[in-house]
């Protein structure tokens, strides 16, 4: 693990979550600092949905 | 794709210079194109009466009894279910209707024009609140007020108007917005203001002041008496962005208590069609969810615009009454909807957020990229016919209806 990675994680650690909001809850309830974004993958991760999509300039 | 974006600012630029002016009440059998005796119009798109929930065979029964073609509800059920009747969507005829949006030869229909474009739309007038219609009540008192509209406050209604040259509507709606109104489940401000433009006319067209006196007290006892106005001045707005080769804008959102549908410009007449889903609010005293009837209704065509649960920034009171939680959330429903849209309107602006246009022009694209469902704002019929109003809620249009138009759109560009 590099010098900047161990630092990171020496100190408070604070966090930004991005999709599932189970972990933001987990790391809520240990008391760590999260911020949560809401974000899901396009057509909600149907591939043939997002590659029109793609294709029709979405 | 280049053709797309230019449909639709094509298909935007025809809703924001749309010029909807209330120029008319006149009797449906005579202005509506196409609709005769026996033909039932109905909210949502096409549906048989098999398929038909609670409220709307309600709804249906007591129709048929108020045009005379059934001398009571039993009669009129058993003529219904042997096909004795036509059942057609509103939007087929340039009609709406809130919840189940019965509309039928004799009724005085709100006539809007759509002055930019010369289109017109039709609406009948909003009963009041309570055991109405609209919500599937049928009894004496129901009919009774349905006669009285058709007889009396219709005509009279229609002649106020008349004299008064019309009622230019973009403005109402501008001021409503200022006022707290969203224009689906919050009505109160701009039912006041076209009180205020139409009160003079109906006392002067008035021959009998035990009459005008009762007109008045019928729009000033009505919170959600412009409801009615503001649908048929959505759909003259939709209808004139209609058929735009290209277009991804949604023309129309409508639910007829079993079926959700949505048009979309640039794909026809088509319906795409999932099953509705229950509205998510508060009950009045003494019902729950356990009563509740799925949602339902052609007033939908307001959050097409813009307007109802889209402008739920302008209205933290509707917020609190349909369940969707503290005034300083509103602004997030009209936030997330600004995902979905293709522009804001620069007329039709929400002074508590900085005078943000209302979010104008839902592209299916956008939808389904986000997964962000059209919010609308709604009330919420009893389950069983006859009974009316339970509460208020918010529902989400299904995303099925979305992901079938953008497959249909995509073919229609040549796109697999």
């Known amino acids: 693990m590099s010098g900047t990675i161990k630092d990171l994680l020496a100190g408070p650690v604070k966090v930004v979550n991005i999709g599932l909001e189970g972990f933001e809850a987990e790391l809520s309830q240990q008391g760590v600092e999260v911020v949560q974004v809401d974000w899901s993958p396009p057509a909600g991760g149907d591939p043939k949905l997002a590659d029109l999509l793609s294709k029709l300039g979405a | 794709m280049e053709a797309i974006e230019k449909a639709n600012a094509l298909t935007i630029e025809r809703i924001l210079t749309s010029d909807p002016v209330l120029i008319d009440v006149q009797t449906a059998r005579d202005v509506v194109p196409g ?34 073609w059934a001398s009571d509800l039993a009669d009129a059920e058993t003529k219904a279910a042997a096909g004795a009747f036509e059942f057609h969507p509103n939007h087929h005829f340039d009609c709406v209707g809130p919840m189940t949006g019965m509309t039928t030869v004799s ?28 919500f599937g009540g049928n009894d004496a008192e129901v009919l009774d007020r349905l006669r009285w509209l058709r007889d009396d406050f219709g005509p009279a ?74 649908m048929a001045m959505g759909k003259s ?7 735009i080769e290209g277009s991804s804008i949604v023309t129309a959102m409508s639910r ?47 959050e097409t615009i813009g307007l109802g649960g889209f ?10 009454f349909v369940g969707a939680g503290s005034a300083s959330d509103a602004g997030n429903f ?29 592209d299916i694209r956008l939808v389904v990229d986000t997964g962000l469902a059209p919010t609308i704002n709604t009330g919420i019929a009893h389950r ?16 099925g209806c979305f992901t079938q138009a953008l497959t249909a759109f995509a073919d229609r560009m040549g796109v697999s």
């Open chain 2, 334 to 362: 009209t936030r997330a909807m600004g995902e979905v849209t293709a522009a804001e309107s620069p007329e039709w602006t929400i002074p508590a957020m900085d005078y943000l246009g209302v979010p104008t022009g839902i």
């Open chain 2, 384 to 399: 069983k016919p006859g009974i009316g109003q339970v509460g208020a809620g918010v529902v989400k249009a299904p995303m």
């Open chain 2, 107 to 134: 009724q005085p229909m709100l006539v809007v024009e759509n002055r930019t474009f010369g289109n017109r739309a039709y609406c009948a007038i909003n009963e009041g609140l309570g055991k109405v219609m609209r």
């Open chain 2, 35 to 68: 609709l005769k005796d026996g033909m039932i119009l109905h909210a949502g798109p096409p549906i048989e009466w098999d398929r038909m929930c609670g409220p709307m065979k309600g709804a249906i029964t007591g129709i048929a009894v108020y045009e005379g």
């Open chain 2, 157 to 230: 209604l229609g002649a106020a108007i008349r004299h008064n040259g019309g009622v230019e509507l973009k403005n109402i709606i501008a001021r409503g917005l200022t006022m707290g109104d969203e224009m689906h489940q919050r009505n109160v401000a701009c039912s006041g203001l076209i009180l205020r433009a139409l009160a003079p006319a109906l006392a002067e067209t008035a021959t009998d002041n035990a009459a005008l006196a009762k007109a008045l007290a019928f729009i000033a006892g009505n919170d959600q008496f412009f409801l009615n106005i503001a």
């Open chain 2, 311 to 320: 402008s739920m920034g302008a209205s933290p009171a509707v917020a609190g």
């Open chain 2, 237 to 243: 707005i939709t209808d004139a962005a209609r058929g």
């Open chain 2, 256 to 302: 007829n208590g079993t079926d959700f549908g949505i048009r979309v410009s640039g794909t026809g007449d088509a319906w795409f069609v999932a099953p509705v889903e229950m509205p998510e609010g508060l009950y009045f005293p003494g019902f729950s969810e356990a009563d509740a009837n799925p949602d339902m209704g052609d007033s939908a065509i307001v």
